[in-house]
C-alpha cells in the first residue's frame, strides 16, 4: 500500500513539473520583452491624492489659476530613504510632469512616507508644483521635495 502511495505522489509531482516548465521559458521574453517594473510613484492611489490636493489648493489658495491635474507623463523615482535605524520613516522622493486642464505641463515633486497616514494607518503624500507654491512651503522651485 505504502508504494502505491508513494508512486502515485511522484506521478503527480512529475505532471506538475511538466506543467510550469513552460510558463518558465515565457516569462523570459519569449513571446517579447518582459513587463517594465511599476514604481511605488506611479500608483494610481498617490496620483490621484495629488490630483485631489491640487484642486483643494487652487480653490482656497488665492492668486491661483483654476486649473486642474488631468494626468502625470514622465513619472520618475528621485531618491529612496529605507526604513533605517535612525531613519523611522521610509521616505520614496518622485516626480512627473503633471498635464493640465488648461493643456500645458508643469514639474511637480512628491514625497511617498511610508505609515504616516491618519493615526499610522497608511501612507502619505506631500507634493510641490514651483508655479504653484505661492507661500514657499517647499523652499524655492520645491527644493526640499526634489
Keep these: 500500500m505504502f508504494r502505491i502511495f508513494r508512486f502515485v505522489m511522484a506521478a503527480i509531482v512529475a505532471a506538475g513539473s511538466l506543467f510550469t516548465a513552460p510558463t518558465l521559458s515565457f516569462a523570459g521574453g519569449f513571446w517579447g520583452p518582459p513587463p517594465p517594473i511599476i514604481s511605488v510613484c506611479a500608483d494610481s492611489r498617490f496620483l490621484n491624492k495629488i490630483m485631489h490636493r491640487f484642486r483643494y489648493q487652487v480653490r482656497h489658495v488665492p492668486g491661483l489659476p483654476d486649473v486642474a491635474i488631468t494626468g ?3 513619472i520618475h523615482e528621485n531618491r529612496f530613504l529605507p526604513l533605517a535605524y535612525r531613519q523611522p520613516i521610509p521616505r520614496l522622493y518622485c516626480g512627473a510632469q503633471a498635464v493640465m486642464s488648461d493643456g500645458t505641463q ?7 512616507e511610508g505609515k504616516m497616514g491618519f493615526a499610522s494607518i497608511g501612507d502619505n503624500v506631500e507634493f510641490c508644483m514651483s508655479d504653484f ?3 514657499y ?3 524655492g522651485r520645491c527644493r526640499i521635495l526634489r
Design 72 to 74: 502625470f507623463v514622465n
Design 137 to 139: 512651503v517647499y523652499d
Design 106 to 112: 508643469h514639474d511637480i515633486w512628491y514625497l511617498i
Design 133 to 135: 507654491d505661492r507661500w
